[in-house]
Every structure is written in structure tokens, then in C-alpha cells.
């Protein structure tokens, strides 16, 4: 079975201050894929970047970095400087690849405010 | 291109009436899903089709419930007869599987309330 944990359900921050969101993942495949989502007050579910288990290497896009580490089954989430736009409730989730067939496991989400 | 198309975008009904709502696949896209949001719990995955085919509907609430892929690029969820805690968000997201690519793109929602 697989599961995603996200411990931190609400955090508010300052604008410009740094952020991390942790997420942790349980399961028994060696073949899997990771992902972030956001969800901004608007609603709608943005794609924000997918890890695959082989690619443990970190990646940065703009004020956004990812940490992802197998040992400690983790893949975290920082948003650098953040930015009243950043406001949204994100979401890590896992997928196991069976054959062509796949289907996500959603954490519950993180609520981040980020106020002026 | 266009992203996922889903209609209508908000619905309002009342109880024992029917609901369709509807999706339109990402272009390519061979994968479809169809998701239900509320503040209870959270994101629930209902239904998923690949090639057309229903994968597994184990999310599928009960009988009340039917999603159908007609063809390769649209799906309808329908409700029948719907009731108050039918109320939710229902997303609708696809993607291209068998290529290691696997993220999801989902629809703007269907925000569906019946009193």
C-alpha cells in the first residue's frame, strides 16, 4: 500500500521568508514517481514537477527547489523569498507504475499563507 | 494547446435530480481520471480509464454513480439520482501514461451543490 504524509497541515509565513514543505511517502515499489501540486485559492490543481525513484538529484526552477531523498523516503519542497502569490494549499503525491496503469496518492495538503 | 475542458463549471440542483458532468481529454492524452474534492476528504480518486477502459472504480461511492468514456477524448460522470452529500468539487485530470511521464493535468473543477 502506499502513503503520503504531510505532518505540516497549515503554515504562515511573512513574504521574502524562505519555506520548506515536507512531505514523506511510503512504498513498496522500487519504481515510482513523485509530484508537488498547488492549488490556489482560484481552485484549479497545478502540476508543479515530477521525481522519478532513479533521480534523486535536486532540482531548482526559479524560488523553487526540491529535495528528494530516498533514505529518509522524503521529498520536500522550498520556496525561497516567498511571494503573497505563493499562497495556496499544496500537495505531494505518489504514484506506483504497474505496467501502462498508474494512479496518484495524494497527501492531504499544506495550507501555506503568506502575508504582506 | 487547450488544457482539460470540464463543464459546466459550477451546478446547482436539488435532490433526486440527475447530473452529467463532462470532460474533455487533453489532446494525446490516454488516461483519464475523475476526482471529487471536499473539505472532509480531501481529494478522492473515483474512477480511471485508460484506452477507454475503466481501470478501477473502486472509488466509485455506490451505484448512484457511472462514469463512461463514449470515445478516446471525452468522459461523462453522471449522478442519479444526486443527493446533498453529493456536494463537492469534481475534477476531472488526464495524462499520457506508458511513456515515463505519469503527472496528471487536471480541469478546472465542476463545483457541484444540491440541496
Known amino acids: 500500500a502506499q502513503k503520503v504524509t504531510q505532518a505540516q497541515t497549515e503554515i504562515s509565513v511573512v513574504e521574502k521568508e524562505d519555506v520548506t514543505l515536507d512531505c514523506v511517502y511510503e512504498?513498496?515499489?522500487?519504481?515510482?514517481?513523485l509530484f508537488w501540486y498547488k492549488q490556489p485559492p482560484s481552485g484549479e490543481l497545478v502540476f508543479l514537477i515530477r521525481?522519478?525513484?532513479?533521480?534523486?538529484q535536486n532540482e531548482i526552477s526559479g524560488r523553487y527547489s526540491w529535495n528528494f531523498q530516498k533514505s529518509t523516503s522524503s521529498f520536500n519542497f522550498t520556496i525561497t523569498a516567498s511571494q503573497v502569490v505563493d499562497s495556496a494549499v499544496y500537495f505531494c503525491a505518489l504514484t506506483q507504475v504497474s505496467g501502462a496503469n498508474s494512479k496518484l496518492t495524494f497527501g492531504k495538503g499544506i495550507t501555506l499563507s503568506v502575508r504582506p | 494547446d487547450a488544457g482539460v475542458i470540464q463543464s459546466p463549471r459550477h451546478e446547482v440542483t436539488e435532490m433526486g435530480q440527475e447530473v452529467t458532468l463532462r470532460c474533455k481529454l487533453i489532446s494525446g492524452h490516454n488516461s483519464l481520471f475523475w476526482y471529487r474534492q471536499t473539505m472532509m476528504r480531501g481529494l478522492e480518486l473515483l474512477i480511471y480509464f485508460n484506452n477507454n477502459v475503466p481501470i478501477d472504480d473502486s472509488g466509485m461511492p455506490e451505484d448512484r454513480f457511472s462514469a463512461k468514456m463514449p470515445n478516446a477524448s471525452f468522459s461523462t460522470l453522471k449522478i442519479q439520482p444526486s443527493e446533498p452529500r453529493d456536494s463537492a468539487v469534481y475534477f476531472c485530470a488526464s495524462s499520457l501514461e506508458g511513456t515515463g511521464e505519469y503527472e496528471q493535468y487536471f480541469g478546472p473543477g465542476t463545483r457541484l451543490t444540491v440541496t
Open positions: 521525481r522519478n525513484s532513479f533521480d534523486e
Open positions: 512504498t513498496r515499489d522500487t519504481t515510482y514517481y
